[in-house]
């Protein structure tokens, strides 16, 4: 199960960079919201997915509360999921 959390937090990370880097500003300066309607979608599926095994391996592997609560700000933060295997690893 971990290894399905490493994976899915590195493809909701970066569907987070494409959606913040790439497709905001195509929608902002161009006019196109294309983009965003592409990416949007997956990344919302990936974070859900993302925090709902979060909280199923809280209880697996008896996270506690602030590991949990560092799991899970590390999605909010561009480019912080890249870093949760390390964190995993240290906690």
């Given at each position: 199960?971990?290894?399905?959390?490493?994976?899915v937090s590195f493809l909701e990370g970066v569907s987070?960079?494409?959606l913040l880097f790439i497709?905001?500003?195509?929608?902002y300066l161009q006019g196109n919201p294309e983009y965003?309607?592409?990416l949007g979608m997956p990344?919302?599926?990936?974070?859900?997915i993302y925090i709902i095994l979060a909280y199923v391996l809280k209880f697996e592997l008896?996270?506690?509360a602030k590991d949990f609560t560092i799991?899970?700000?590390l999605s909010l933060i561009p480019f912080g999921t890249?870093?949760?295997g390390k964190y995993l690893k240290k906690a």
């Open positions: 199960m971990i290894n399905l959390f490493k994976v987070y960079i494409l497709a905001t500003p195509i929608k965003v309607r592409l990344h919302g599926l990936l974070f859900i008896r996270w506690s799991v899970c700000l890249f870093f949760v």
